[in-house]
């Protein structure tokens, strides 16, 4: 059940229960006891048929990981997918049919593959993290924060019952996923204007742009540097410089280019003929 853009309605506050888990609210003071390594029972059962959606920057970390272009990484290790009721293009990872639905990565009793550089939301896991769906923003009550913070309790997890105990900021910092998450979202705020809006009402090409600076970044670098996009738009030379040198940079540059080219919106505007 993991995935990194889900929404939430405004009352899903409260806990949310279900036949083999359960969704109990945290709070950043909230204090949880929970370990995962190879004596737990469990190990590695969490990495089997789930749903792992990628957001930018865990495909720009695995494929930089994995010494690959982004689009190969795409072709090779995962399945596009829309996400329900609003159509917007997300990147799923590919488990493997032959083996129990294991995930793509998954190194037999050696776990993850690819650990050091392992998406957000494995890295989270057991917190989840809910977004207000902003179809539903005039619903919510004045104070009520956009997000919230979730324990996931699966039965098959006994990681649980382990005697460690973690606060929220403290498990967020030893699992890395503060910069993550930082890193994400601006892409998160595009995500959420365009559920926000009738996505098909958006042109085919439009998508094809959002897919592209989103999750295919080699690409989208190809077509910055490769076309006539700098002649078309004003994007001053350091900035030039920072993208073509710096992935994390030309990421960022992509997302800013989103909001032009979607919503017409951001920094970035085409040159003034004189």
Request: proline share 4%.
């Amino acid at each position: 059940m993991r995935t990194s853009a889900d929404t939430i309605n405004t009352d899903n506050h409260s806990e949310v229960n279900e036949e083999n888990f359960k969704l109990k609210p945290i709070t950043p003071e909230g204090i949880f006891s929970f370990a995962c390594h190879p004596g737990v029972s469990c190990f590695n059962k969490c990495c089997h048929e789930i749903d792992v959606i990628l957001t930018p920057v865990d495909i720009l970390k695995m494929k930089t990981a994995l010494n690959i272009r982004s689009d190969e990484f795409l072709k090779k290790y995962t399945t596009l997918q829309t996400l329900k009721d609003t159509g917007i293009p997300l990147v799923k990872l590919l488990m493997r049919e032959n083996s129990n639905g294991a995930c793509i990565f998954l190194d037999g009793s050696k776990g993850c593959s690819i650990y050091q550089n392992r998406p957000q939301v494995c890295r989270s896991y057991p917190l989840g993290l809910g977004t207000l769906d902003p179809r539903h923003e005039k619903l919510q009550t004045e104070g009520q924060s956009p997000e919230a913070r979730f324990m996931i309790q699966e039965d098959m997890c006994k990681g649980h019952l382990e005697p460690k105990t973690w606060t929220l900021k403290k498990w967020m910092e030893d699992q890395g996923t503060v910069a993550m998450e930082e890193g994400n979202k601006p892409w998160m705020e595009i995500v959420a204007k365009l559920k926000a809006m009738k996505i098909n009402d958006k042109q085919n090409h439009e998508i094809s742009l959002f897919i592209m600076a989103s999750y295919d970044l080699d690409t989208f670098r190809q077509f910055v540097f490769e076309s006539s996009f700098l002649e078309r738009f004003e994007v001053d030379i350091n900035t030039v410089k920072s993208i073509r040198s710096e992935q994390e940079s030309l990421l960022k540059f992509g997302m800013e280019w989103l909001l032009f080219a979607l919503f017409n919106e951001g920094t970035i505007r085409p040159k003034v003929n004189k």
